[in-house]
């Protein structure tokens, strides 16, 4: 990943920044330029709340050539407690320990290395609580 | 608007094609469908690729086929849409002849999947980097919290995402150009290797090489090459959020369900109408989730309708009687046109052994990453 796209993202990956919109409270993680919704084009950043629910998940057996000395590693699709959704991995839990419905938190991690200096590229993932 | 036929198809064999390159499997399949259509000329050319240019380091497709097919300088337009770039390049096409600006139009698709590329990664590209990809998610791991999601929303089972594999399979065996022409047992498919909990490697439509192509023709010149032209009836096209999680539900495909609707209303018939399908089975849950948004099934029932026949070639609609993407393969660009070419051999009686009684109207629905794009077509017998 060239570090300019890398760059982009810090405020998402690192800080959970997102927008919402002023018009119809719509929250966009990432921040959108329009609202889907309303088609407004005025928004405040936010950050989204850490806390949320599992709606769905499945545990990675087979990864890319990039995550495959992770596997087997859980991702799943978690509904924040503002109602954003987004995807992340389940960390520091065994895999047969996550079921659909359970609390989970967002934290700051490693998410992958990059190129072949093995640049550390970081994120969020989720754990149970 | 004019009418529009499809009137000559031609494809590859599906498989590990390793002694052909990517422009000599479409230049098969292209020549294949201008002999069988018998056709003089040809106006334009619509290519559907997904990722030539991370498979095999190609872009410039259009014009890479156009030349090797020895057409210089007719036009010819390279179209994306993920695993629905063939349903596109065939859409693309029908528009063109519609609209009244070309007579003959090719439409094909390629993709050549076994040159040593990261597939994995590379079908992730249809998903969204940044927000799914980035954080570890895998093509097949998508369609898996879509599987676990209907489990847990209406009870589907285990055995009833098997069925599909199994009753694909089937039909796959009869079709002289499937990847793979064996049957599967229950039995194997829910032992196969785990991929992404709960999908199987049985579960997954297979890494391929292909090439397909069809040569579409307005109705009125269609009547000088051919007595049996296949009239499209609908061309529909709709899209979704590119990533699965902003969906409401997780469990349904709204973009399917969406140019279903169109397809229905432009070809003035309804679900019921319908006489066969090939829907675009990815994965098991693919096909189960598809065939409830086409209308075919209620909501949450489609895993009760696969293991109870009713999707096997002689049941109430038979779903992919080609073998599908699980058991014909899938060589994402190519996989659109194949769908077509299916109903084309259905609807002109010439399916040899899996071939459906009573074909008179086919639909083909050809979907694009987790379901951020989907195509339609409606062709039917006249």
């Known amino acids: 990943m060239i570090s300019p796209r890398y760059a982009r993202e810090i405020p998402q990956r690192y800080r959970l920044e997102a927008g919402r919109c002023t018009v119809c409270n719509a929250i966009y993680f990432p921040p959108r330029l329009i609202c889907p919704n309303c088609k407004s084009k005025s928004f405040e950043e936010i950050k989204l709340n850490?806390?949320?629910?599992?709606l769905t998940f499945t545990i990675i057996r087979v990864g890319s050539e990039k995550f495959s000395k992770e596997v087997p590693y859980a991702v799943g699709i978690i509904e924040l407690k503002?109602?954003?959704?987004?995807?992340?991995?389940?960390?520091?839990?065994?895999?047969?320990?996550?079921?659909?419905?359970?609390?989970?938190?967002?934290?700051?991690?490693?998410?992958?290395?990059?190129?072949?200096?093995?640049?550390?590229?970081?994120?969020?993932?989720?754990?149970l609580i | 608007?004019?009418?529009?036929?499809?009137?000559?198809?031609?494809?590859?064999?599906?498989?590990?094609?390793?002694?052909?390159?990517?422009?000599d499997i479409f230049v098969e399949a292209a020549l294949k469908a201008i002999e069988n259509s018998k056709v003089d000329h040809i106006d334009s050319i619509y290519v559907g690729t997904m990722s030539s240019g991370l498979f095999v380091g190609q872009e410039h497709i259009g014009a890479v086929m156009t030349d090797y097919l020895g057409m210089n300088p007719i036009p010819a337009t390279r179209v994306e849409s993920a695993c629905a770039s063939g349903g596109a390049a065939f859409r693309q096409a029908y528009l063109e002849i519609a609209s009244g600006q070309s007579e003959i139009v090719l439409a094909g698709g390629v993709e050549k999947m076994?040159?040593?590329?990261?597939?994995t990664e590379s079908l992730a590209t249809a998903a969204d980097q940044e927000y799914e990809v980035y954080n570890g998610v895998t093509f097949p791991g998508l369609y898996a919290m879509i599987a676990r999601a209907h489990m847990h929303q209406f009870g589907t089972t285990r055995e009833q995402l098997a069925a599909v594999a199994v009753k694909n399979h089937k039909n796959g065996s009869m079709n002289p150009n499937a990847q793979f022409r064996s049957q599967v047992s229950l039995e194997q498919v829910m032992k196969s290797t785990m991929v992404a909990d709960p999908l199987r490697l049985l579960d997954c439509s297979p890494v391929s090489d292909g090439a397909a192509a069809v040569i579409l023709c307005s109705m009125d010149a269609a009547k000088k090459f051919t007595n049996n032209p296949i009239k499209v009836i609908?061309?529909?096209?709709?899209?979704?959020?590119?990533?699965?999680?902003?969906?409401?539900?997780?469990?349904t495909l709204k973009a399917v369900s969406a140019a279903a609707v169109k397809a229905y209303k432009q070809a003035g018939i309804k679900p019921a109408d319908i006489n066969f399908a090939e829907a675009h089975d990815c994965f098991t849950i693919a096909e189960i989730v598809i065939t409830e948004e086409l209308g075919f099934f209620e909501k949450g029932k489609g895993g009760a309708a696969v293991e109870q026949g009713l999707t096997s070639l002689n049941g109430k609609i038979p779903i992919n009687s080609s073998g599908g993407l699980k058991s014909k393969g899938h060589p994402v660009g190519a996989t659109g046109i194949a769908q077509i070419i299916e109903l084309y051999e259905q609807l002109t009686g010439k399916a040899g052994d899996r071939q459906v009684n009573n074909a008179r109207i086919g639909l083909a629905q050809n979907m694009g990453g987790s379901g951020a794009s989907c195509i339609i077509h409606i062709l039917e017998a006249i």
């Open chain 2, 114 to 119: 076994t040159d040593g590329a990261d597939v």
């Open chain 2, 1 to 23: 608007m004019k009418d529009v036929a499809v009137i000559g198809i031609g494809m590859t064999k599906f498989g590990e094609l390793w002694n052909q390159s990517l422009r």
């Open chain 1, 50 to 54: 850490e806390e949320g629910t599992l």
């Open chain 2, 234 to 251: 609908a061309s529909a096209q709709a899209s979704d959020t590119i990533t699965l999680h902003s969906r409401e539900s997780l469990t």
């Open chain 1, 82 to 127: 503002d109602g954003v959704r987004l995807t992340a991995q389940l960390a520091d839990c065994a895999v047969d320990k996550v079921e659909i419905g359970a609390k989970v938190k967002l934290v700051f991690r490693k998410i992958q290395e990059e190129g072949k200096w093995g640049l550390h590229c970081y994120g969020y993932k989720a754990i």
